[in-house]
């Protein structure tokens, strides 16, 4: 008996050492956060500001969805408004919103990341998935506007339903392969991830090229790219936060979407706001959309 207590002591005490070597020493540190399922932060302070930079991004991002269906209500028409770049939002929102919540709140999924990543943090915040969410329901109800107001008779163009019809029956092959166990379903929602970045590569190209056909952006409220660009910049910051107050920049990595969201996004947003103030500054439509765009886009 007294062997046995004498054991439990010494680890113990073990145990103690370790743990008071970690506030001096990052290596040992990272062990034992990974023994133990614990991390040592650089700072609180930074930590509570990361939380608040990620709503105030979360806010500025939800926030920037209503002028556009305002805009849309106001006018009673959609005429000048891509419906390409609509169905590719959809298409990623859906599956942004599947990634986020995966990572939150399934734990098989979680427990792969930290297999890949054992000594990184989840990059996820809870703003994250509510941000996606909340756009996905914006962007459905944009879409619906589409069906009740003057749209010129636009449509989505047949290249826009080729691709997002491919990328549909690529991630339904890919859910029989992952269901078959080979592939684990963190590597199945982090292809989720991919093709939302992967649509936010091109899905501003067709509006872009619209206000340009149009010469005008009368269809489009600037006010969302101006919001649009804040949640992007705050979001980077949120991110370079968290890597520095973890000391784990592997994170920008583990999350390369939520990156390379931001970045497009802001790359975008500024695209935007040159064809709105400097380009095409005080222009209105002359026009419905003419044939030229109807045959670029596939609009019948």
């Known amino acids: 008996m007294s062997l046995v207590v004498s054991s439990n002591l010494v680890l113990l005490l073990a145990n103690f050492e370790t743990l008071l070597y970690c506030l001096v020493s990052t290596d040992t540190c990272s ?4 023994d133990l399922d614990m991390c040592v932060i650089h700072s609180k302070a930074v930590d509570t500001t990361v ?3 990620g709503w105030l991004a979360f806010a500025s991002w939800s926030i920037s969805f209503y002028p556009q269906v305002y805009k849309n209500w106001k006018r009673k028409s959609v005429v000048g408004l891509s419906f390409d770049f609509l169905a590719y939002n959809m298409l ?3 599956c942004y919103s599947a990634f986020n919540f995966s990572l939150l709140w399934i734990d098989v999924i979680r427990s792969q990341y930290y297999t890949v990543y054992p000594h990184g943090v989840i990059n996820v915040q809870l703003s994250d998935f509510a941000f996606s969410f909340h756009a996905l329901i914006l962007t459905a109800i944009t879409i619906v506007q589409c069906f009740l107001y003057e749209r010129g008779g636009q449509k989505p163009s047949a290249v826009c339903r080729l691709i997002v019809g491919l990328f549909l029956c690529g991630m339904i092959l890919l859910l029989i392969v992952t269901a078959s166990c080979c592939m684990t379903w963190f590597q199945y929602v982090s292809i989720f991830s991919y093709v939302k970045l992967a649509v936010t590569l091109f899905k501003y190209s067709p509006q872009v090229y619209v206000n340009f056909k149009n010469k005008s952006t009368e269809a489009v409220s600037i006010y969302q790219f101006l919001l649009d ?5 705050l979001s980077l910051l949120q991110m370079s936060l968290i890597a520095y107050n973890y000391d784990d920049w592997r994170t920008f990595i583990g999350d390369f979407t939520k990156f390379g969201l931001a970045a497009l996004s802001i790359l975008y947003d500024l695209i935007f706001i040159v064809q709105h103030y400097v380009l095409y500054r005080g222009h209105s439509y002359s026009r419905l959309l003419g044939e030229g765009e109807r ?3 596939g609009f019948n």
């Open 31 to 34: 062990w034992f956060c990974a």
């Open 51 to 53: 939380d608040v930079l």
């Open 229 to 233: 660009l804040t949640g992007g910049a």
């Open 295 to 297: 045959e670029c886009f």
């Open 92 to 94: 990623g929102w859906i």
